[in-house]
């Protein structure tokens, strides 16, 4: 007899996640890499190397980041990229399935993704996935924590912010932003910001994502930071705990700017329930005293109450997996 | 050194035979010459044992630099682990459940059927 698993992933500019109706949850960095030569060929064994695989031999390979933008990059290197880290990253989390087993997917993809890009994704998953159903990502978050009520869900990711203003029904276009913003920009920021006032120092990709991982902040004080870099290898320590802070309010400030918007331009009979629910998610929701900061920006406007996910990593594929356990079979025929 | 040992020896035989002078010139003439090539190696010895010095050193400045960006990245990494926010919202434990059950929420049957619909049309623009 065949088998039918359901699967919810999360497709992001900068990680993919899925959770499985098998209890199985995995996550990848959004990327390939494909060897730059035969002899890297030959070292790896294969044509390309897929995640955090990919990035840890980036050297000999040339990457390739097919959701940059927060959307498919329209070529066909990044659309053939995006269906080799869905399916592989399907395959992985399911490995007791056999040949005739069938799945059902939801696929959480950004706010603004445009029609062309939703009809790849269809079209790059179809010999994998039996039915796919194509979601906004911030739909698949309130979905994962039961709120579909007067709430605003601020999804902070690495390519885009997206924003979504839900009122107990399916949200539509004039309840959602989406700002060009996220951690990308905000890693960008910082890095200028350092060398500006440190020219010589030397910085990676990698380095300052960590920084701001484990650093960031938007809270009124924090505790002097110092970081321990190099200067032509040489390591020294550097103070960073103003840059820090004025990089960080470069991301949340236009947050909080379209929250008031979409807030302001609710009914107003339902603006202050709004104001109460802000619920922050995404890698973005790590930020330091952002809840904080997201919320004292509403007090002009009479206060506000923000909150965040716990469970940010995996928040928007276990939504899109719960939407796919709750759909009736009758609705999954349709498709 | 050996050379200017030879060299004077050398010397000294070519000075006592007076029958072939040209003989004893090409001989001093050659020794010389080796002399000169052997100065040379040796200077050329040196040079690389200074150079491999330098190399030794680079590397031992390389690999301090090294230890010091991993030890940087390492002590990052132990702060990521216990970086979650003070007040979160946590995904609530029905979900723990996962086998398949159709909801019977009205309003969740509603944005159903409608995502549903909304994927029906993406698919007719196909
Ligand atoms: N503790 C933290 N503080 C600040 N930023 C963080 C933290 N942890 C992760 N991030 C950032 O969050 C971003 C990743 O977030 P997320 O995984 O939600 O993105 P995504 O879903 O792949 O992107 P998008 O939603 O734009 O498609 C990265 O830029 C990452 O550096
Ligand atoms: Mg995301």
Redesign the interface.
């Known amino acids: 007899m065949s088998t039918?698993f359901?699967v919810g992933i999360d497709l992001g500019t900068s990680r993919t996640s899925i959770a499985?109706?098998?209890?199985k949850r995995l996550t990848t960095r959004t990327c390939v890499g494909y060897a730059k030569d035969v002899i890297a060929q030959k070292r790896f064994g294969k044509p390309f190397l897929l995640g955090d695989t990919a990035l840890d031999n980036r050297l000999a390979l040339n990457m390739v980041w097919p959701l940059a933008e927060g959307v498919i990059c329209e070529d066909e290197k990044a659309l053939e990229a995006t269906s080799l880290i869905l399916q592989n990253i399907i395959d992985e989390a399911l490995p007791e399935k056999k040949a005739g087993d069938q799945i059902y997917a939801a696929i959480g993809v950004p706010a603004q993704a445009s029609?062309t890009n939703?009809?790849a994704i269809?079209?790059t998953t179809r010999s994998v996935l039996s039915k796919?159903?194509?979601?906004s990502e911030p739909f698949s978050v309130a979905y994962?924590?039961?709120r579909?009520d007067e709430c605003l869900i601020i999804d902070i990711g690495a390519g885009t912010t997206d924003l979504c203003r839900m009122h107990?029904?399916?949200p539509e276009a004039e309840d959602q932003t989406t700002l060009k913003v996220g951690g990308n920009f905000l890693d960008q920021q910082i890095t200028q910001a350092i060398l500006a006032r440190y020219p010589d120092v030397q910085l990676s990709a990698?380095?300052i994502r960590?920084?701001k991982?484990?650093?960031g902040y938007v809270s009124e004080k924090s505790d002097p930071i110092v970081?321990?870099?190099?200067e032509k290898?040489?390591?020294k320590e550097y103070e960073i705990t103003d840059i820090l802070r004025e990089c960080c309010l470069q991301l949340t400030d236009p947050i909080s700017q379209a929250m008031q918007q979409l807030v302001g331009s609710f009914d107003p009979d339902f603006q202050a329930r709004l104001r109460q629910n802000i619920?922050v998610a995404g890698g973005g929701?790590?930020l330091?005293g952002i809840?904080i900061a997201l919320e004292k920006s509403l007090s002009p406007y009479g206060g506000g109450e923000a909150?965040?996910?716990?469970?940010a990593e995996?928040?928007g594929a276990?939504g899109a997996?719960?939407?796919?356990?709750?759909?009736?079979?009758e609705?999954w025929e349709?498709? | 050194m050996i050379e200017y040992g030879l060299l004077k020896a050398g010397g000294g035989k070519a000075v006592g035979s007076l029958l072939m002078p040209s003989a004893a010139l090409v001989i001093g003439g050659v020794l010389v010459w080796q002399l000169w090539q052997d100065k040379k190696a040796i200077r050329d010895l040196k040079q690389t044992a200074k150079d491999t010095q330098q190399l030794k050193q680079q590397l031992a400045?390389?690999q301090?630099?090294h230890s010091?960006?991993v030890?940087?990245?390492s002590?990052?990494?132990t702060?990521?682990a216990t970086?979650?926010?003070a007040?979160?919202?946590?995904?609530?434990p029905?979900?723990t459940?996962?086998?398949?059950?159709?909801?019977s929420s009205p309003?969740?049957?509603?944005?159903?059927?409608?995502?549903?619909e909304?994927?029906?049309s993406?698919?007719k623009?196909?």
């Open positions: 039918i359901h499985t109706s098998t209890g029609i939703k009809k269809i079209d796919v159903l194509i979601v994962s924590i039961d579909f107990g029904a399916m990698q380095i960590r920084i991982e484990k650093y970081v321990t870099l190099t290898g040489i390591p619920i929701s790590r330091k809840d909150i965040c996910v716990q469970d995996y928040c276990i997996l719960k939407m796919c356990l709750e759909m009736p079979p609705y349709q498709l | 400045d390389l301090t630099a010091a960006t030890a940087q990245i002590s990052l990494q702060g990521l970086a979650t926010p007040r979160a919202i946590s995904v609530p029905s979900l459940t996962t086998s398949p059950q159709s909801t309003s969740k049957l509603a944005m159903l059927k409608r995502l549903v909304d994927n029906l993406l698919r623009n196909l």
